[in-house]
């Protein structure tokens, strides 16, 4: 049981380049999310798909897209990347019954973009 | 904007001591979570009170929740070094287009814990 998974743990990208974070969670939960942390920040939410098949934007989702591929996975794409967008990306994963869980964080992509 | 906001920003204790932090959030809440993160490494979930209850206690750790003025606290007792960390509240809350819930995290507060 791994909970939560990002690939890659780092990257650089080059102004304008593009990429795809993954997230991957094996514990059947409906709700999926991804934040960003920058320094001295806590962390805020890009996009979150409540089910397999919604997403919805979050605080920060200028410059992002996001597919809910199927109930494990959740990726997060940044079509040009730019230096603005150099941080710390966390997925995370919660299942919905009761609603009083807490959440499982994957631990970190480490993004820089020069 | 982000929801919670904690107090201090940074907190320097020796072990031993208690250690409390404060959050204050802006709407209606689910439940309040308390999250712990070592420099450079994820999240690590600590202790969930419910929008119903008042005192959790958790181990070491104990939280308060007051809804009336939206605040929540964590105390630590007799820290160790090892809770050096920051710390993050962070508000289980239902998203503007009530399509599912989501956290939302303050800016931390600091712990340094000195032998």
């Known amino acids: 049981n791994a909970g939560v998974t990002q690939t890659p743990k780092f990257q650089v990208l080059k102004t304008g380049q593009s990429m795809t974070l993954q997230c991957a969670q094996d514990m059947n939960h409906n709700s999926m999310y991804w934040y960003r942390q920058d320094p001295g920040m806590g962390l805020r939410l890009i996009y979150y798909s409540a089910s397999e098949g919604t997403t919805d934007k979050g605080e920060v989702p200028n410059g992002y897209n996001v597919s809910r591929l199927n109930k494990r996975e959740f990726s997060l794409r940044l079509e040009s990347a730019a230096p603005s967008q150099t941080s710390v990306y966390f997925c995370?994963?919660?299942?919905?019954?009761?609603?009083?869980?807490?959440?499982?964080f994957g631990s970190g992509t480490r993004l820089t973009v020069v | 904007s982000q929801q919670g906001e904690e107090d201090p920003q940074a907190l320097s204790i020796q072990e031993g001591e208690n250690a409390t932090m404060n959050c204050s959030y802006k709407t209606s809440i689910n439940n309040l979570q308390w999250y712990r993160q070592n420099s450079g490494r994820g999240l690590v979930h600590l202790i969930l009170?419910?929008?119903?209850?008042r005192e959790k206690h958790s181990g070491r750790l104990r939280v308060t929740l007051d809804t009336s003025k939206k605040s929540s606290s964590l105390l630590i007792t007799a820290s160790r070094a090892a809770d050096t960390a920051s710390y993050f509240c962070a508000t289980d809350a239902l998203m503007n287009s009530n399509s599912g819930y989501a956290l939302n995290f303050g800016k931390g507060t600091s712990l340094l814990v000195t032998p």
């Open positions: 995370a994963s919660k299942i919905d019954r009761g609603r009083y869980y807490g959440y499982t």
């Open positions: 009170i419910r929008s119903n209850e």
